[in-house]
């Protein structure tokens, strides 16, 4: 089993940043992959950043690249997705999520992951 915590949401103007932390407990965190996605209402859950084991690879989808990085501190047993450029379109939900692997891969799919936080609300004013 895996626990996440969510923090660091809240309300930002169009154009500022933000961080939100993930913290990890339970099943060993090196031994999971992490990724971050995000549910506007009234939309599916989408894809927003993962990271493998080591933090050696990640991957983000085209609509948030440049603008987000995602990192992991594995002595802290935290992930950190940093947004900046933010638009009023980044306004969701956002969710941590753990997929133990043993490979060094990073996953984008959500039917990937079989743990979840409870999310951090962001909201961003145009």
């Known amino acids: 089993q895996v626990q996440l915590v969510e923090s660091g949401g809240g309300l930002v103007q169009a154009g500022g940043s933000l961080r939100l932390s993930c913290l990890a407990s339970?099943?060993?965190?090196?031994?999971?992959?992490m990724g971050w996605f995000r549910q506007a209402p009234g939309k599916e859950r989408e894809f927003v950043a993962s990271?493998?084991?080591?933090?050696?690879?990640?991957y983000f989808p085209d609509s948030v690249k440049g603008r987000f990085t995602i990192s992991r501190d594995n002595a802290k047993n935290t992930v950190y997705l940093q947004m900046s450029s933010l638009k009023a379109e980044d306004t969701a939900v956002y969710y941590c999520?753990?997929?133990?692997?043993?490979?060094?891969?990073?996953?984008?799919?959500?039917?990937?992951?079989?743990?979840w936080g409870q999310g951090t609300q962001v909201t961003v004013s145009s």
């Open positions: 990271i493998s084991r080591s933090g050696g690879s990640t």
């Open positions: 999520a753990a997929r133990p692997t043993t490979t060094e891969n990073y996953y984008n799919d959500r039917h990937q992951y079989p743990y």
């Open positions: 339970g099943r060993t965190f090196i031994n999971c992959a």
